[in-house]
């Protein structure tokens, strides 16, 4: 003999979501409306864990973001020794943070992170540059043990 299945137990969480669930059934149907419900709770799991994060941005340790670069996004700068300075607003893990430089025919080469205790907020390094289109593909842990990445493109010109 089967043993009962055991009582659904009413899920307090969600009460509000049954009772919309409940009018909703009543115009719609019922495989809609858990469409519907699911989706819902869906992007509010998604949003809750954004907040979170914003949250943890507002704190003292925060996620690194990018707020200024030498070379500049999408500018120019005079063939031969180039300086990069990235400048984050949150200290950073320079040892364990990574800087590549992909040239125009996207081969990739690591770049040297220069370890400096004076500023923290940053990645620096240094690389000699031929003319073309290079872009410096970063990628930074915060003390917050959050990862951010992004892409830095650039022209380098010849010196006039
Ligand atoms: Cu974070």
């Not at 949250?55 to 030498?70: E, N, P, Q, T």
């Not at 070379?71 to 063939?79: H, I």
Request: charged share 20%; hydrophobic share 40%; net charge positive.
């Amino acid at each position: 003999m089967r043993s009962a299945p055991p009582p659904r137990q009413p899920d307090r969480r969600w009460a509000g979501t049954r009772k919309l669930h409940l009018l909703f059934r009543r115009r719609y149907g019922h495989v809609i409306t858990e469409k519907i419900l699911m989706s819902l709770r869906h992007r509010l799991g998604t949003f809750l864990v954004a907040a979170s994060c914003a949250l943890v941005s507002v704190g003292a340790s925060a996620h690194a973001i990018l707020v200024d670069s030498s070379p500049k996004a999408n500018g120019t700068v005079a063939a031969g020794h180039v300086d990069i300075v990235f400048k984050y607003n949150s200290k950073i893990d320079q040892h364990r943070s990574r800087m590549t430089l992909v040239k125009s025919d996207q081969s990739e080469t690591t770049l040297t992170i220069a370890a400096n205790g004076k500023q923290p907020n940053e990645l620096d390094s240094g690389v000699d540059l031929t003319p073309g289109t290079y872009t410096i593909r970063w990628q930074a842990l915060a003390l917050d043990g959050h990862i951010t990445r992004g892409d830095v493109p650039f022209t380098v010109a010849a010196k006039p």
